[in-house]
């Protein structure tokens, strides 16, 4: 059996009981922070299948496919990071996680993928029926932990790795696990039994870095000072509400931008909100408050932008190799 992982910071913890009570309406009641935000999820763009046929051939690539899900292309590669394609990010169809935005193409409208990199084992990051589309032949990489279990599911081609450890791709393309603040269970049973990562992406045509799930902790200031500035940062925003849980695990707007500074982030695209409803803020609240917390910052909103599924983003960054 996998040792259990653990957060080598400080933070508050969570029991199955506090999850119960919470769920149940029995925890400590907690105020909106944008009492009047909408309860409206992210907006949706169609992805027409010839806009992706092809990664870029100069610069990157970036398509928000709905929660944490994301397509990279770039440096003649198509990555997918955390794909969830289901309609439930749950073990059963339970109605309160059924997706409420669809993904803005079909699986089956990408393009060949070379790799997916998965985060943790969270039904929200790994779906199985996403995968098991893919094909198990599929390049799967992942934090330690996950390889074993995979594998057992019938996927030939897995590679686990350590955070602040790197591999290539090809000659120009280095991806390397970054730390985070999180844990991970599919069952009742397996609680942290495997690890937790973001993943950070260094070509000479640019860089890009997501987060994973994450609450906030010392790893982000870490993460700026040994791997330098980075061009575009996928820096999760929602599912935070109640904080007495989620704070450990989950960052608020606020902190996102903190996190954004942190990491020396040139330009950054809010995920983790707005697909599923997860927590207790409502769907429209996290973009609201991620403009107000740039603007106290005297940051001007188009450099974090919490835009709609389906979005398409393409630049040329610094050369990082």
Same mark, same amino acid.
């Given at each position: 059996m996998n040792p259990r992982f653990t957060n080598p910071w400080p933070h508050p913890q969570h029991r199955v009981l506090d999850i119960l009570r919470w769920k149940l309406g029995l925890g400590p009641g907690e105020r909106s922070h944008l009492p009047d935000? @909408?309860?409206?999820? !992210?907006? %949706?763009? +169609?992805? !027409?299948?010839?806009?992706? +046929?092809?990664?870029? /051939?100069?610069? %990157?690539? !970036? =398509? %928000? *496919?709905g929660h944490a899900s994301f397509l990279l292309q770039g440096c003649g590669v198509s990555l997918l990071i955390d794909p969830v394609f289901s309609d439930f990010c749950a073990p059963l169809p339970f109605p309160s996680l059924r997706r409420?935005? @669809?993904?803005?193409?079909? *699986?089956?409208d990408l393009p060949p993928i070379d790799a997916v990199l998965l985060t943790h084992s969270h039904y929200d990051h790994l779906d199985l029926p996403t995968l098991r589309i893919l094909g198990p032949s599929t390049r799967l990489w992942v934090p330690e932990g996950h390889a074993a279990w995979l594998r057992k599911k019938g996927f030939t081609a897995v590679e686990e790795v350590r955070w602040n450890e790197s591999f290539t791709l090809h000659p120009h393309l280095r991806i390397t696990a970054t730390p985070a603040q999180h844990f991970t269970a599919r069952s009742l049973h397996d609680r942290d039994r495997a690890h937790w990562c973001g993943w950070r992406i260094d070509s000479p045509q640019g860089s890009l870095w997501h987060a994973g799930d994450s609450g906030y902790c010392p790893a982000f200031r870490e993460i700026g000072?040994?791997?330098? @500035? =980075?061009?575009?940062?996928m820096i999760p925003i929602?599912?935070?509400? /109640?904080?007495?849980?989620?704070? +450990?695990?989950?960052?608020? @707007?606020?902190?996102a931008v903190r996190v954004f500074l942190e990491t020396r982030c040139r330009h950054a695209i809010a995920i983790h909100w707005g697909t599923f409803r997860l927590t207790d803020e409502a769907l429209g609240e996290p973009p609201l408050w991620l403009e107000m917390a740039l603007r106290e910052k005297n940051l001007p909103a188009g450099i974090f932008t919490a835009g709609s599924v389906g979005a398409v983003h393409e630049f040329v960054g610094a050369s990082t190799t």
């Open positions: 935000a @909408p309860d409206l999820p !992210a907006s %949706w763009i +169609a992805l !027409a299948p010839e806009r992706i +046929a092809l990664p870029p /051939p100069a610069g %990157w690539r !970036a =398509v %928000w *496919l409420k935005v @669809p993904p803005p193409c079909d *699986l089956t000072e040994r791997h330098g @500035p =980075v061009d575009l940062g929602g599912a935070y509400q /109640p904080r007495h849980i989620m704070q +450990a695990m989950h960052l608020n @707007p606020e902190e």
